[in-house]
């Protein structure tokens, strides 16, 4: 820490409710959810989504059983306006599921954002302009009155142009942007203007959100600023009172959950928590905390790797292996003391009995998992599972780079094939890309010495398009002293950046594995490995079959 945070960053003041009455309440019911994978998400990706991934990801939401769904942001992105119109154009709208929109306060991106939605059954249109000091005095470099009067003309400007495609069954969906660090009554006073130009009814409500835009106190704060807006706004009954966290403190799943048991009605989200910077709530993980409680979330997760898997192909982003609920490695013990007292809760748990199995918060089952004692790798499968097998089949301690290069192949593998890799083919795959990388040298033997205080030489023999040759070379140790001696037989610098080294097996039987992770002329660094009843004979031959691959792969 360079900074003294006493003078560089002050804690928010929250607003004053000392009857508070969350602390009290239980969640007995989801809220409604809106999934805003498809535009918050989306904008948060280094590569965004085509047309056509997006679309197969509208799918999935809708089958996950979705109703509100945010697909774009069409005044700012041709591909999101062509988005919304192949989707009302080509019927894949279910009457059932209404489409979101958002939009800034400006008149031309409101027009456009409207026609974008022209022939839609149902669409929430969602405007948001900031309200918040910083925002004001910095980006918008006006006062309280100035962002007042952009909500209440882009809100006018909402009315004039929705009314303009009466065949679209409209809502309408405000958000004072960074509400989380907003003046509490100034953000009830410019919702209560919004509201009053829109006119909501009981019975065709408006949408308030209220984003933590930037996730700036712990969740019991952002609860209190929601109670207080719940029991604050004019016209409550004529709204849904809606809530968009993002997980800047890491902490957006339980500012969520408190954030509904002070009256929220509706949370905006991203599957597996994606969005921009730390991202949004993570629907998934919510979801599934009400259902371990007992609550339906109304979501079908009962194919959780079917979902995961798709998610991480459109966002081309990882789901943590222990993500709650979807890990891949959260229903699988390693510890041998959990594994015994999952197989003893197993053994007694009754089908339609409560659920009482020691480290398993839910049944695994009903996400469409098992209980793996032993991993099973797929091609989704990551450099955990890899390196678990390898362990379990092989007795083999890969460091961890070496497990993010090896599940690499794995997965290309498994790609090819379109199969289940076990860990004896695992083994074989390993043992053939690693120890048997002869090509172009096939190592015979070698001869070390020291010749100096600090220094080794070493000589190796070796085949090289089939005839013998004998090098050497000097350095501070064996490994550097090969390094060397192969430099000079190639005429290329053999750089060693990393060496691990572990034991097999006891007694007489044991044989020494290393692994040495190294360069050729420069280039990205990959591994050789090797196992020897020598130690020193196992790190050479590490060495040697690095530099195969690392010639073989120019």
Not at 399 to 412: A, D, N
């Amino acid at each position: 820490m360079i900074a003294n945070p006493e003078t560089k960053y002050k804690p928010f003041i929250g607003v004053k409710l000392p009857d508070r009455q969350w602390p009290n309440q239980q969640i007995t019911q989801a809220p409604i959810w809106m999934s805003t994978d498809l535009r918050d998400g989306n904008q948060a990706l280094i590569d965004p989504m085509s047309i056509e991934t997006k679309l197969r990801f509208f799918k999935e939401l809708v089958k996950i059983g979705f109703k509100e769904i945010e697909v774009g942001f069409p005044s700012a992105s041709d591909i999101d306006f062509n988005f919304v119109r192949l989707l009302i154009e080509e019927n894949h709208i279910p009457d059932d599921v209404t489409i979101e929109v958002l939009v800034q306060a400006r008149y031309e991106l409101i027009e456009r954002t409207v026609e974008s939605l022209r022939g839609a059954k149902q669409a929430i249109l969602h405007m948001y302009n900031p309200l918040a000091p910083d925002f004001r005095e910095i980006v918008y470099k006006t006062d309280k009155a100035g962002v007042k009067e952009i909500a209440e003309r882009g809100t006018r400007w909402v009315k004039e142009l929705t009314a303009t495609a009466p065949e679209v069954s409209w809502t309408y969906q405000y958000s004072p942007e960074v509400f989380s660090s907003t003046e509490i009554d100034f953000a009830k006073e410019v919702c209560d203007a919004v509201s009053a130009i829109w006119q909501p009814t009981p019975e065709n409500k408006m949408i308030i959100n209220l984003p933590a835009t930037v996730e700036m106190n712990t969740p019991n704060t952002y609860a209190d600023q929601i109670e207080w807006m719940h029991r604050h706004l004019d016209n409550r009954n004529a709204i849904i009172l809606s809530v968009h966290p993002h997980n800047d403190r890491g902490t957006a799943v339980a500012a969520a959950e408190l954030a509904v048991m002070a009256g929220a009605d509706r949370v905006e989200g991203c599957l597996f928590g994606n969005g921009e910077r730390t991202g949004n709530v993570d629907i998934v993980t919510l979801a599934m905390n009400m259902y371990s409680q007992g609550v339906h979330p109304g979501l079908d997760f009962s194919n959780m790797d079917r979902v995961r898997k798709l998610v991480e192909e459109c966002n081309q982003l990882p789901v943590h292996p222990r993500h709650p609920y979807a890990g891949e490695l959260v229903f699988t013990a390693f510890s041998g003391s959990h594994q015994d007292a999952i197989k003893k809760g197993l053994a007694i748990q009754q089908p339609d009995a409560q659920w009482r199995v020691p480290y398993l918060p839910i049944d695994p089952a009903d996400v469409g998992r098992g209980y793996e004692a032993v991993v099973r790798v797929n091609s989704q499968s990551g450099k955990g599972g890899v390196a678990f097998l390898l362990a379990q089949e092989g007795g083999l301690q890969l460091p961890r780079k070496l497990q993010i290069e090896f599940s690499r192949i794995v997965q290309q593998v498994n790609d090819s094939t379109g199969k289940e890799m076990t860990a004896a083919d695992m083994l074989t795959l390993f043992e053939r890309e690693y120890y048997q990388a002869n090509s172009p040298m096939d190592y015979q033997r070698n001869f070390i010495q020291s010749v100096g205080e600090n220094a080794q030489q070493i000589k190796i023999d070796f085949s090289h398009q089939g005839e013998v040759y004998q090098v050497d070379g000097q350095g501070n140790g064996p490994v550097d002293a090969a390094a060397h001696a192969l430099s000079a037989f190639l005429k290329r610098q053999v750089e060693v950046v990393d060496y691990h080294e572990h034991s097999i097996g006891e007694g007489s039987g044991v044989m020494a594995v290393c692994y040495i992770e190294l360069k050729v002329d420069g280039n990205i660094s990959l591994f050789g490995a090797a196992k020897d009843s020598n130690i020193m004979t196992a790190a050479v031959k590490a060495l040697m079959n690095g530099v195969n691959r690392a010639i073989s792969m120019v």
